[in-house]
């Protein structure tokens, strides 16, 4: 990203594209603090709790990036403070999944 950003704008750094991220994952989404630093490829914990954390969330991972991408593209409005998280992974699976996944899919069950 540091290249990319640098053949564009030379001496430019990614680093407060990266704190936006962490402070707009805290404040705006209330995302839990392993997942947005795991986000940021962070090691998160002491040298034995990294020794013995074998999950990557990436489900958490990728919910918490395509609400970024929501963000970035301007769809603002989803995070109101009315709508719930729920209704914004719901909108977020409609998308990966298609609106006939929620006609037979798991709001069946």
Do not use: C
């Not at 540091?2 to 430019?12: C, D, F, K, S, V």
């Amino acid at each position: 990203m540091r290249q990319l950003l640098q053949t564009y704008i030379p001496g430019a750094t990614v680093h407060g594209m990266r704190a936006t991220f962490r402070t707009w994952a805290r404040e705006v989404v209330r995302s839990p603090d392993d997942v947005a630093e795991v986000a940021l490829a962070h090691s998160v914990g002491s040298k034995t709790v990294v020794a013995y954390k074998r999950t990557n969330l990436f489900d958490e991972r990728h919910l918490l990036m395509e609400k970024w991408a929501m963000w970035l593209d301007g769809e603002s409005e989803w995070f109101d403070s009315h709508i719930s998280s729920e209704e914004v992974e719901t909108e977020i699976k409609k998308r990966w999944l298609g609106p006939d996944y929620f006609i037979h899919g798991e709001e069946d069950e």
